[in-house]
């Protein structure tokens, strides 16, 4: 095979060269059918979780967190995004550290209220009845009622300035062992939310 450096060109140029015109046709008719949608963050978003951050000598404060995700596994590093207007985002960016607590379903009117509030106005552990525990590594506190807690410090703000995003290194990890089998929250936007459904194993050679 022989490769050029090709011209700027349209899918609609590109694609009868790799296919035939038949499945050309097709393929345009099937793009017909589908619909554009402009809600793409509530198809790719995770499941909700709380931060915690304690503020200098002052109470600590959490918030709801739905965009994060893993980045690395050695040392594990979780990517977030904390909106510039958010109370929270000051207090990360001071501090340094925090406490990301992953909450089951039954902690979902907490979950929701907090994030329909902000830490400014009110205690939010005391409002929600939220019990924050020591953690070992960070000032921050953890969250009894969440079945996970990571105890977190801020290793990467290159890309706060212009995305809102921080990236934690994990410097502790823990898990109540009370909690069997908790099942987690995951926002799907404007006041709706899907819980985790059955379980399912398959063969795998990853993590």
Known sequence: MICRKAKSTTTDQILPVLVKQPLVRRLQRLQAQWQRDDTIFQRLEPDLSLCSRQRAKRRSNVMTMSWHMMVEFDPPLVACVVSGVNFSFAVLRSTREAVI???AHRLAKQVV????CSG???????HFGLT????RQVRAPMIKECFCNLECQ???????KRYNL?????????????????RTLHHGGYG???V???IIRLKSGTR
């Open 101 to 103: 607590a992953i909450a």
């Open 113 to 116: 209220g907090i994030g329909n």
């Open 120 to 126: 400014r106005n009110i205690d939010n552990f005391g």
């Open 132 to 135: 924050p525990l020591p953690a």
């Open 154 to 160: 801020v290793k990467d703000t290159r890309l706060v």
């Open 166 to 182: 921080f990236i934690l290194e994990v410097l502790e990890a823990w898990i109540d062992p009370a909690q069997k089998h908790p």
């Open 192 to 194: 709706s939310f899907a």
């Open 196 to 198: 985790d459904g059955p």
